[in-house]
């Protein structure tokens, strides 16, 4: 007998639909970019505007990478206490090399 996993009651799976709004996310920030560009490219608009067009763009694009990119939040956590854990051993790691430098000069 092959062990099934559950399903929810909706029929939806949440990752499924973060990747979907993480997709219409960068899609919204790929138009709003090429958007901006467009226009300064034919003189329509100064830098300036272009600068206010585009940056709204490569933040949902950014966003949506990211949500793409983490599966949950119980996930993020746990990617965040181990990125934390690794930063803190290599920052030990360094003061006892550069600890040993000053001493042995």
């Known amino acids: 007998m092959k062990a099934v996993p559950p399903q929810r009651p909706e029929g939806r799976d949440p990752r499924r639909r973060r990747a979907t709004r993480a997709a219409w996310c960068m899609s919204a ?13 034919l ?32 996930a993020s956590r746990q ?10 051993s290599l920052l030990s790691w360094l003061r006892s090399v550069l600890g040993q430098r000053r001493n042995g000069l």
């Open 29 to 41: 920030g790929v138009i709003l970019g090429t958007a901006a560009v467009t226009c300064l490219a």
């Open 43 to 74: 003189g329509a608009i100064s830098a300036q505007q272009a600068i206010a067009i585009g940056l709204p763009g490569a933040l949902l694009i950014v966003g949506g990478l990211i949500a793409a990119a983490v599966p949950d939040a119980a």
């Open 79 to 88: 990617l965040g206490i181990q990125a934390g854990l690794q930063t803190g």
